[in-house]
């Protein structure tokens, strides 16, 4: 199960766009990588997905670079309402252990 | 509504009284999960389930039971609850098969606190 590095805590202001990095070095060849946000007392919540290059949803996008050692999940525009603890996860498509590590607690200011 | 509904939502309780939080899911997913989440630790995997009858280890395993009997119910079982046990919990599932991609879609959670 390849472990994830993020920061501990970003801050940003309302309407930037965030970009949170995530390093994963030891990917294999199968692993997908994974977001998810969480507020307080809340369980997780997925965000995007993805294999390799970009992918978009209708809340974020997600970047991922030829070596798949690193990843990127980008905000654009955040609100207040954006401030969370996002979590970076890499496993296998199926797989069925989840390490989620401690994330990265995303401050948005007004 | 598709949910995980989790029960009860918070629980004092007091060291070697057994105890059970149950877990159901209205979605018909195949796989289940049990987090606990305790500050500065994110979340850690105790125990998950691929479909009823298998379940196996996460991280975290030690002090818990699970049972998978049904396939849209997963309980949390405490035999003899310690104080570091007292954790917020999540349950949570997901059905990768046919899809896409794998999300998982986690319970409220119960914050459980054991004297």
């Known amino acids: 199960l390849a472990k994830t590095t993020q920061p501990i805590s970003m801050d940003s202001y309302e309407g930037q766009e965030v970009n949170i990095t995530c390093s994963h070095n030891?990917?294999?060849?199968?692993?997908?990588i994974t977001w998810y946000q969480q507020f307080p007392s809340q369980g997780p919540r997925f965000i995007i997905q993805?294999?390799?290059t970009k992918v978009t949803n209708e809340v974020a996008s997600l970047f991922i670079p030829a070596d798949r050692k690193s990843s990127t999940l980008s905000l654009p525009r955040v609100s207040l309402s954006d401030t969370a603890v996002y979590y970076c996860?890499?496993?296998?498509?199926?797989?069925?252990?989840?390490?989620f590590g401690s994330g990265t607690k995303l401050n948005v200011k007004p | 509504e598709a949910q995980v509904t989790q029960n009860p939502r918070y629980l004092i309780t007091v060291t070697g009284k057994k105890l059970t939080v149950t877990c159901s899911q209205n979605?018909?997913?195949?796989?289940m999960s049990w987090y606990r989440q305790d500050p500065g630790l994110g979340l850690r995997q105790i125990y998950y389930s691929m479909n009823v009858e298998v379940t196996d280890k996460g991280d975290v395993p030690e002090g818990y039971k699970v049972s998978r009997k049904e396939k849209r119910n997963f309980p949390l079982i405490l035999e003899s609850p310690s104080p570091n046990q007292t954790s917020l919990y999540f349950c949570a599932s997901s059905s990768p098969l046919g899809t896409t991609y794998n999300e998982q879609f986690f319970g409220p959670g119960t914050r459980l606190t054991v004297l």
């Open positions: 979605m018909n997913h195949e796989y």
């Open positions: 030891n990917i294999a060849t199968n692993d997908y």
């Open positions: 993805g294999y390799k």
């Open positions: 996860l890499v496993g296998d498509y199926n797989f069925n252990k989840f390490y």
